[in-house]
């Protein structure tokens, strides 16, 4: 039996007793996950990105191993429930135009306190300051580095379309501008590399590829590691007190934690393992975050089809996007089909060995989002669900 036939064995025994569609996550696989992070991050805290997790009961687990410390969140209503749930170090990843949730930050101690937004440009400070409502709370505050790659005299840009700030000088100019803001404070300094730490270098069938995204990402961590250093040196001269400088992700940690300048690393995707991180020569992981369907019909000889199925991940529309059939190995999509809103059929030899009512399992493209389509999660420990903890959905949450 293989390790993917064993695994299917124990979560169809696990789960047994319930109906799908389901989702699990492997606490095993989830622990191990965790693990290799702290290992790749060589002794630097790694704070955790919460919309790859989005489910407080396994951010609370990975928050009691040893290192990690705090949350990157992804919305500020999501940043002030996590605050109001207890949890004390909530780093805001984006900017947000939530007027609200800026005039409660600005009115709660506590909030203020474990909340830090991120700003790129001194509207947002504006903005900010006209939604306090009276509020007079000092608003921690995180600036974010562009950390694109440009080449060939910048004609060419590698790299999410993120902060307009690019230069020592752009970001030691908005360093001033919260200085001399009364109601804030300039705490941290973020630089997210997703086109090293999110783009798989090992594409299959495909190695001419692979080997120009491995020398586009060696370039790319050259050329930030000496800028950001020297925006952070920029920063530190206007902010002495700076208390972080956050970097990195999943597929970069232990590159990122070999830079002085940087001080944490952020981190989530690598705790789940969905199926866009199988191609990295970085690291290898344990998928641990799964869903199944159930088995409704058997068209033909070699095909059987699952209830629902269509959960496409956010990105460029491709079929990486998918989620992937992954037990029984060896099952397939209908290239005229793919994977239907409310069915799916599937192709291949192991479709003749499934009978109504048995559980086809899948892995997801992007980590959190599956937590989207779910209420819960079944963990399983062993061959039994120790377990059932709610998604963010499935405690009346869908921040985005």
């Known amino acids: 039996m293989t390790p993917r036939a064993a695994d299917r064995t124990r979560y169809d025994r696990a789960t047994a007793h319930l109906d799908a569609p389901l989702a699990i996550v492997d606490v095993e696989a989830f622990d191990a996950n965790a693990d290799d992070l702290v290992r790749r991050a060589a002794g630097k805290p790694i704070r955790v990105a919460s919309k790859s997790v989005r489910c407080r009961a396994l951010l609370d687990r990975v928050l009691e ?34 007027r609200a949730g800026y005039a409660e930050l600005a009115a709660d101690p506590k909030l203020a306190a474990a909340v830090t937004v991120m700003v790129d440009d001194p509207a947002q400070l504006a903005l900010i300051d006209g939604a306090r409502a009276g509020g007079r709370e000092e608003i921690r505050v995180c600036l974010e580095l562009d950390t694109s790659l440009r080449m060939l005299g910048r004609r060419v840009r590698v790299g999410a379309l993120r902060s307009p700030l690019r230069e020592p000088a752009q970001l030691a100019e908005l360093a001033r501008s919260v200085a001399r803001r009364p109601g804030f404070r300039l705490v941290g300094l973020m630089a997210y590399e997703g086109h090293v730490a999110g783009v798989g270098d090992s594409l299959a069938g495909r190695p001419l590829r692979s080997r120009a995204i491995r020398l586009m990402q060696s370039a790319a961590r050259r050329e930030l590691a000496a800028r950001r250093a020297a925006v952070v040196r920029a920063v530190r001269a206007v902010a002495p007190d700076l208390e972080f400088v956050n970097g990195g992700g999943t597929g970069s940690v232990q590159h990122t934690a070999a830079e002085d300048a940087v001080t944490e690393i952020a981190a989530g995707s690598g705790l789940y393992v969905p199926r866009l991180f199988d191609n990295y020569t970085s690291f290898t992981g344990r998928p641990a975050a799964l869903f199944a ?16 199925g269509g959960y496409p991940a956010s990105g460029a529309a491709g079929a990486d996007r998918l989620p992937v059939p992954y037990l029984p190995e060896g099952l397939r999509y209908d290239a005229q089909e793919g994977p239907g809103e409310v069915q799916t059929p599937l192709l291949g030899s192991p479709a003749d060995d499934l009978l109504i009512g048995d559980k086809v399992w899948f892995r997801h493209a992007k980590a959190g989002e599956l937590c989207e389509r779910f209420d819960a999660l079944q963990l399983i420990e062993g061959d039994r669900v120790s377990a059932t903890v709610p998604t963010y959905r499935g405690e009346g949450h869908t921040f985005l």
């Open 65 to 98: 191993r040893h290192g990690f410390a705090g949350l990157m969140s992804f919305t500020l209503a999501e940043s002030l429930w996590l605050a109001r749930s207890g949890f004390d170090d909530v780093l805001l990843a984006y900017p947000s135009a939530d």
């Open 293 to 308: 369907l159930p088995v409704v019909r058997r068209p033909g000889v070699g095909v059987v089809t699952v209830l629902g």
